[in-house]
């Protein structure tokens, strides 16, 4: 599991979200500042550069910054990541917005409309001045954090796993505005340590004594991380809590329910909480499959003439059919055909499916280079724009060893809330290949687990920029 946990970590380095109040770790006013710096950034730097070439913001400018707002706010909160990641968000961002904005100029034959020397300029000044404008709100940061006030208390009620990691994460963040006192727990010491294997957190008292200790040291904060099948002990906290003004969040038992995409929503005006959801609901889903039918419509016009040449050599090669179709689960579970390039003298597809192996006699001497380059999976962007697959996403597996694999490993039928991919999160972490061992499948499957918690855009990119990266240097396929 220390594995699964590293690649846990590492999946979530490019959608690292800020929870958006401040009592869940957050400053209302970093918040505030976050929100609107990309936006107004975009929005002045052209309307200075309007201001510089023209000597005025004509209605035209006025409306591309009411679009461009539009299209940018609220900004992400990236005051807690590391600077060359800041660097990679806004470039990766600017040239969706600029791409976006030139696409929609060229079409409506708006370009007319505005100053070649501003868009020029605009393309560059922009980013650089956003850049600017993060390094200077990380310059100010520790001054903002004292206009605030001194730090708010909080306190943790249970002081178990899940207590202690939300313990860990607000020290850990510096702009957090957060001073925690300590725990409240009724268990002993050596109770504690036995069961969480926790220990140097400091223990405030037992859970009887939160109220009084809320209200003498105004305490504004309160966690309750106490398991979700204590609901008399945790109605009996609230209620004891009722002569207080602190502010009071639920921690999520995520031991007991491991949250996939949670979130809270309404059902016909009644509240209820996302515990397992495709990423790909509303604007998210239509982002989705835009962007995977522009990028293979823009790939295939390029790899047309290689895919060609493939299928002559493969039918060269040896006999038998140059596409390979194979049954596979896609979306919700429903059975899909997947396309691929023949690379081996066999087309199995029926209940039992042996995986392809290091020196396997079913390769071909041409299947052999396909498989380590990954070419023979090129088919499949045509599977993308048939809506089967996604370029990013879980790879596919055949219906025989899902039908394996379902029964012995935990979540297994998840990854099939979306659909699979060319290329995923496991395959650019070493999960490409042979899985012939039950634990190198849980590994594959924990990281498709990672990718539906923490999608986003960029982390597509990312993934797609890596395993091009990857293609020439992969030994793991065979």
């Not at 600017?94 to 020029?120: C, D, P, Q």
């Amino acid at each position: 599991m220390a594995e699964a946990n590293q690649l846990s970590s590492a999946s979530a380095w490019l959608n690292q979200r800020e929870p958006r109040a401040m009592g869940l770790g957050r400053s209302h006013l970093f918040t505030a500042v976050e929100a609107g710096l990309d936006p107004l950034v975009l929005v002045f730097s052209l309307w200075a550069l309007a201001f510089y070439y023209e000597g005025a913001v004509r209605p035209a400018y006025l409306i591309l910054s009411v679009i461009v707002f539009s299209l940018t706010f609220p900004g992400s909160a990236q005051l807690r990541l590391p600077v060359w990641k800041v660097l990679f968000k806004i470039a990766f961002h600017w040239i969706w917005i600029a791409g976006l904005l030139l696409l929609t100029g060229y079409v409506t034959e708006y370009f007319h409309k505005f100053s070649m020397a501003v868009l020029v300029h605009w393309l560059w000044v922009a980013p650089l001045a956003q850049i600017g404008a993060h390094l200077a709100l990380r310059a100010a940061a520790p001054q903002l954090l004292k206009l605030q006030g001194p730090p708010r208390g909080a306190v943790i009620v249970g002081m178990n796993e899940q207590g202690v990691s939300l313990a860990g994460h607000i020290a850990g963040s510096a702009y957090s505005g957060i001073d925690l006192k300590g725990f409240f727990d009724d268990r002993g010491e050596e109770r504690r340590t036995a069961q969480d294997g926790q220990d140097g957190h400091r223990l405030v008292g037992k859970i009887d004594d939160l109220p009084a200790y809320v209200k003498q040291h105004r305490i504004q904060f309160i966690y309750l991380s106490l398991p979700m099948a204590s609901r008399p002990r945790i109605l009996q906290v609230l209620d004891g809590l009722k002569d207080t003004t602190a502010s009071i969040y639920f921690v999520p038992d995520m031991f007991i329910t491991d949250l996939i995409q949670g979130r809270s929503d309404t059902v016909c005006g009644v509240t209820v909480i996302s515990v397992c959801d495709t990423p790909f609901r509303g604007v998210n889903g239509v982002l989705k499959r835009a962007s995977d039918i522009v990028l293979s419509l823009l790939i295939l016009m390029l790899i047309l003439p290689v895919m060609a040449v493939i299928a002559l050599m493969v039918k060269l090669d040896s006999p038998g059919p140059i596409i390979f179709k194979q049954r596979r689960y896609g979306l919700d579970g429903e059975e899909i055909l997947v396309y691929k390039f023949r690379s081996m003298a066999v087309t199995e597809d029926g209940g039992t499916i042996r995986q392809a192996s290091k020196n396997d006699m079913r390769v071909t001497r041409l299947g052999a280079i396909l498989r380590k380059t990954s070419l023979d999976e090129l088919p499949q962007f045509f599977n993308v724009l048939q809506g089967r697959m996604s370029i990013v996403g879980p790879r596919p597996h055949a219906v025989a060893h899902n039908e394996m694999y379902r029964s012995l490993i935990k979540g297994y039928m998840v990854r099939h809330k979306v659909r699979p991919g060319i290329t995923g999160w496991a395959q650019v972490n070493g999960q490409r290949g042979e899985t012939d061992t039950l634990d190198k499948m849980q590994s594959r499957i924990d990281c498709d687990l990672d990718y539906l918690r923490n999608w986003s855009l960029q982390l597509d990119f990312f993934i797609i920029l890596k395993t091009i990266r990857l293609v020439f240097k992969d030994g793991a396929a065979y």
